[in-house]
């Protein structure tokens, strides 16, 4: 079992910097693949980028160079770093508990209550 709870979202210019932090409890944190994922109003959710119980990363196209995704397993957190923002970006962020195999991210049905991220003038 996992809970999840996300904060950092809030109201940036385009081209600013959030950092978002997705912080367990309840279950063995280190043990979990992890993962951001966006949705957006009207739109799918998507994979934002994953990272590996040993610290592998994977990023969609859309954001890499801009975002980076890390995790400190000691204090069961996983952050996503975000520069250059884009109005693009505009979405609720969530994340995720899964497993990664051969590059592909599986999510279980473990996820936060999602954290707004908004980018405008």
């Known amino acids: 079992q996992v809970q999840l709870v996300e904060s950092g979202g809030g109201l940036v210019q385009p081209g600013g910097s959030l950092r978002l932090s997705c912080a367990a409890s309840?279950?063995?944190?280190?043990?979990?693949?992890m993962a951001w994922y966006r949705q957006a109003p009207g739109k799918q959710r998507e994979l934002v980028a994953a990272?590996?119980?040993?610290?592998?990363?994977n990023f969609a196209d859309s954001v890499k160079g801009r975002f980076t995704i890390s995790r400190d397993n000691r204090k069961n957190t996983v952050y996503l770093q975000m520069n250059s923002l884009k109005p693009e970006d505009t979405a609720v962020y969530f994340c995720?508990?899964?497993?990664?195999?051969?590059?592909?991210?599986?999510?279980?049905?473990?996820w936060g209550q999602g954290t707004q991220v908004t980018v405008s003038s």
């Open positions: 995720n508990a899964g497993a990664s195999r051969s590059g592909i991210y599986y999510p279980y049905d473990y």
């Open positions: 309840g279950s063995i944190f280190s043990i979990y693949a």
């Open positions: 990272i590996t119980p040993g610290g592998n990363t």
